[in-house]
């Protein structure tokens, strides 16, 4: 595996076609962001470029990827993954073409190397903001469709500039999308200042059956599926509902559990002090300082009793 520096993975790109961009499980803003803004990128400066399909991705983002999409990969394309910690992240649909994959541009600092080249950044808050520096340096003039993609990513990983991942870059990249006339105010509205009712409903019920531990500097809660069919909330509901318990006054590092198949999804959020990817990585996890995640194969209790007992050895 070879380390790319951004002009030699904007070189790599230069010198290849027809390429096809690869998301993550689970999506969010930030792959769905960064794939479409690749794949338009790619697109202007007169490549061929699509983003495989990711059935996985909800109205809330989907829009993002219309008249991107491919279902199919061929023989001599180009495979790119953006935004892509591990070969465990890409959904059923990517997973054949792992091998594949000729470039990783990631900012997971605990990632998986996987491909035989990758530009990860650590210190980059989104993977949105790598694509717009690479895309800058190909010479891509920036339109509003890449400005709203790349502020969808930026945005929604920063939770509106507000974790601490946040730097000065993201800023600066967040002035040049609004220079693109991206729609800051909606998108910001849409995102971050409405809430369907099933995710309050579901904020309500996690108010009332959060655990708090040592003294209410940590957090857990295991929301069960018998749960959330009952409230009927939707995925775009449940979207980024494991920053929720860690804004309780006082709590520091808040781990949520949701049964999804025979499953258990493990999220956890922190602020500086706390290593959320330390927890997460003794599930086989892993992500970022601030918010990481991982797969538990066990029942819903047992996963929250092993959570709990993991973040209390960690906080020691
Ligand atoms: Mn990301």
Known sequence: ???LTRSEAA???QEHDNFVILSHRRPDGDTLGSSAALCLGLRQLGKTAHVLRNPEATDRFSWLHQGLTTETVGAEDTL???DVASPGMLPGEAAPYQERIALRLDHHSSATSFT???LVDGASASCAELVWDVLSLMGVRMDRDIGE?????LSTDTGCFRYANTTAHTFLTASQCAQTGARIYELNQALFESNSLGCLKMR??????LRLLRDGEMALC???KAVEQEIGVTEDDMDNISAFPRSVAGVRVASTLREVGDEVKLSVRAVPGYDA????ARFGGGGHVGAAGATLRMPLEEAARAVEQAMLELAD
């Open 277 to 280: 990817a330390r927890i997460a």
């Open 149 to 153: 993609a790349v502020y969808v990513g």
């Open 116 to 118: 035989p080249l990758e």
């Open 204 to 209: 309500a019920w996690i108010v009332d059956h």
């Open 11 to 13: 070189g790599f790109l």
């Open 1 to 3: 595996m070879k380390k």
């Open 80 to 82: 790119v993954s953006v």
């Open 222 to 224: 295991a929301i069960s």
